[in-house]
């Protein structure tokens, strides 16, 4: 049996108060801002080769996980394009994209009437504040999205909170645990995202957050050397 153990590591930085909330609204603003003007040309050049490759790893790693009638949650699915690559493998279930940018929504709704994809539901929300009940997912993903969210620790409580018990949750983020990693953080951070406020972690701080969480990596893949996928399981115990 697996058991969830408390683990400190990156959270008490994220203890709320007023100042905290009121940057989180900051973080969520930018990043609908970013998202909202990026949406048209998304899945395009450089980025779409990089998402595309990104796809098919994850594809590879998860498809022992997938059911026809598995329950599947996209966050921060950008225009849809795993969502729609899902869509195929749950013919019986349903599978479900979740971003905060409007026009991002808007664009995936757009290429599922033209695909014409009849299981794909899209929705606009936070990450920190999953629109749907309890253990409502077999399997929740969400790809090159952790950093742009403000308060990590409630995000992974969220996750846990909506994933079965024997659900699954699929991580894709860079990493920070060498110099070389954290240059390229800083250049994404400053340089091509312009964001002032996003957060990378070391492997060390990103699975203190999971355990804390009560969601038990089982698979640690690093891809493209930037990035590392993450597949956690729900702990058997996790005290609420």
């Known amino acids: 049996m697996n058991f969830y153990i408390q683990d400190n590591t990156s959270v008490n930085k994220h203890s709320f108060s007023p100042n905290n909330l009121a940057m989180h609204n900051i973080r969520e603003k930018e990043s609908i801002k970013i998202f909202d ?13 990089y998402f595309k490759t990104a796809y098919r790893s994850i594809l590879a790693l998860t498809e022992k996980y997938i059911g026809r009638d598995s329950k599947i949650l996209d966050i921060g699915c950008g225009t849809g394009e795993l969502v729609f690559l899902l869509s195929g493998k749950v013919s019986e279930g349903e599978i479900i994209g979740l971003d905060i940018s409007k026009q991002m929504i808007e664009a995936a709704q757009k290429k599922k009437l033209e695909r014409k994809i009849n299981n794909a539901q899209f929705v606009t929300s936070k990450a920190n504040s999953i629109p749907y009940e309890n253990e409502r997912f077999n399997l929740v993903f969400c790809l090159n999205a952790l950093h742009h969210f403000p308060d990590h620790p409630s995000f992974f409580k969220e996750i846990s909170r909506i994933l079965k018990k024997d659900g699954t949750f699929v991580l894709l983020d860079l990493i920070k645990d060498n110099p070389i990693r954290k240059m390229w953080a800083l250049i994404s951070q400053s340089v091509i995202f312009r964001e002032k406020e996003v957060e990378y972690h070391s492997k060390r701080e990103l699975f203190g957050l999971l355990n804390n969480a009560g969601l038990e990596p089982e698979i640690k893949k690093l891809s493209l050397f930037f990035t590392m996928i993450t597949i956690s399981k729900k702990a ?5």
């Open 37 to 49: 003007k990026w949406a048209p040309s998304y899945e395009k050049g450089f980025w779409g080769f």
């Open 236 to 240: 058997t115990y996790y005290p609420r």
